[in-house]
């Protein structure tokens, strides 16, 4: 559920399009497959197999101030974010690489360290891909599958339930936007480590309702889980974490909700659960905050109490989602 | 095995930067995944699962005589040509898709329409995608999983086996290159049909040992599969089916073995099995043409009887393959 109207035609042209389940595997249903809506942040292909699809476009997605490493990491790491925000564990990925002529080759050595890094801190096997000449500017697009066990998409919140995140936010908005950011928050932006492991875990304890990450900033996620579970929710600004760089500024709030390139979790659960909530994010190294509560409130859908949602800071048609 | 000097560096720097069987579903080995080699059309991600992806650039790939309806169509034709190479048949795909600002909504719809012909007339289900901005030009990758029940690579070619291509060779050559193509030409360049179903019956039947599509030309395929297979090959020229456009001209041999965008099948099989495979392709409306022998001259490779295989007549850094 895309806010941007061009995202939004495109997507819905090619579901217009496209013939109703057509592959065997899908129309015979035998497999028991779940069923999820389009806009979750990745696709149930089989009864526990996920896959998600991300493309990076450089002057689009990074500048000069990412290193190929960096890109190289980061095209992993936010598909590895949509395979655990499904409550999923990576398995295997493709990668197509489109790339300017003449080749620069140091790019590609240190893009693939990059890669290969990410590839082994996440589990995952580079199983094939395309290699192709660019017209100009280099263009990433990583598919990664991923074994779920049990899926949580985004459209099983209830009203009345806990609405969290797993940490804090606004580090890759500082390291983004900020001129001198702090080494954290650099990180943040350009090494993002999603709290691998944890989706699953938080999938299995069974009172986890709705999931996502935070890749386009709670502005504009949290109204797409509202939408998708049709319930309200009301945050409480005060209860968002702040990144270290983002702590005490007058523009915290904005550079916690209205960036985004945040991989980790945002999700519901029952208020009984809260203290094994806490505890499952515990041992995953994550300190987790209850930041608000579903509502029936369909009508104003998702609202900050007290104040609006700040403007974004940034936006690119077709965020990574 | 690609033979452009940049594209092996590209694919050479990923695989020695990827960490070894980092995925579980791989590193268990429980599964008995064949083992295939890079270079294959498909990757083997499971033990009936292949997997491939494709991407496809405005202006490198395509040009303004192909309409957006053609490219949704041969965005999943020639993915589905791979998993048909390997032996498969498809099931799921997902899209990625980046697209310059301001969105050009009839384009979309038109792309969308062709993509979803293809989708419905493959038998495949589009299980997710990703929509992003692109700095100018328009870049399309189609990841597209199958079902392999016995896949077949290109590297188990044994010397004194049948060189087989099934159907005409030339026609997508005439489709780009002639001034004005016949109707039929351009068809095989702008709609691609590549004989889905054959590639799976050839697998089961036991006698078909390597197999690809030629999506680069027999002058660039033949030799990656003779070098996978560690064998030689001796093709007949006057054995090469033309397809009705490039008959009798002068050009013809080129326009057969040094273009590509072929979608046919090109594979090896026992002599005992001509008569089966014949049959076979038959079924399928396919004209199988024995083309050659493999043999034991791994040295010289694959040869054209009696003259050198014509120059390319085209060629972009990272064919699709």
């Known amino acids: 559920m895309p806010d941007d109207p061009d995202e939004s035609f495109v997507i819905d042209t090619l579901l217009a399009a496209r013939p109703p389940d057509a592959a065997p595997v899908i129309r015979s249903g035998v497999a028991g497959i779940p069923r999820f809506a389009p806009g979750d942040d990745a696709a149930m292909v089989g009864p526990r197999t996920a896959v998600t699809v991300d ?3 450089e002057g689009i997605h990074w500048d000069g101030r990412s290193t190929p490493e960096d890109i190289g990491w980061k095209i992993v790491a936010v598909n590895a974010s949509d395979i655990n925000a499904m409550g999923g564990t990576p398995t295997w990925a493709v990668l197509a690489i489109a790339l300017p002529s003449p080749l620069d080759r140091p790019w590609v050595k240190a893009f693939s360290r990059g890669l290969g ?9 580079l199983a094939g891909g395309d290699t192709t000449r660019s017209v100009s500017g280099r263009t990433l697009s990583l598919t990664l599958a991923g ?5 949580v998409g985004r459209h099983r919140a209830r009203p009345g339930q806990t609405i969290w995140v797993s940490g804090p936010l606004g580090g890759a908005a500082a390291g983004f936007l900020d001129k001198t950011p702090i080494p954290s928050a650099l990180l943040a932006l350009r090494r993002p480590h999603p709290p691998m492991g944890l989706g699953k875990m938080l999938a299995a304890c069974g009172h986890v309702s709705a999931m996502m990450d935070l890749s386009d900033g709670l502005a504009k996620d ?5 939408k998708a579970s049709q319930v309200g929710a009301s945050i409480d600004p005060t209860a968002l974490p702040p990144h ?3 702590l005490g500024r007058a523009d915290a709030l904005a550079m916690m909700t209205s960036f985004g390139e945040e991989y980790g979790l945002l999700f519901t659960a029952d208020a009984k659960a809260d203290k094994e909530i806490i505890s499952i994010c515990t041992a995953f190294n994550c300190r987790p905050s209850p930041i608000g509560v ?3 409130n369909t009508a ?3 609202r900050l109490k007290g104040t609006p949602w700040p403007r974004p800071l940034f936006s690119h ?4 989602s």
């Open 147 to 151: 074994e779920v066990e049990k899926a």
């Open 294 to 296: 579903t509502d029936n």
């Open 300 to 302: 104003t859908g998702a």
């Open 55 to 57: 493309t990076m476009v």
């Open 317 to 320: 048609f077709g965020d990574p």
């Open 117 to 125: 890094l990410a590839l082994e801190a996440f589990g995952i096997s």
């Open 244 to 246: 270290p760089a983002v």
């Open 222 to 226: 949290l109204p797409r889980l509202c």
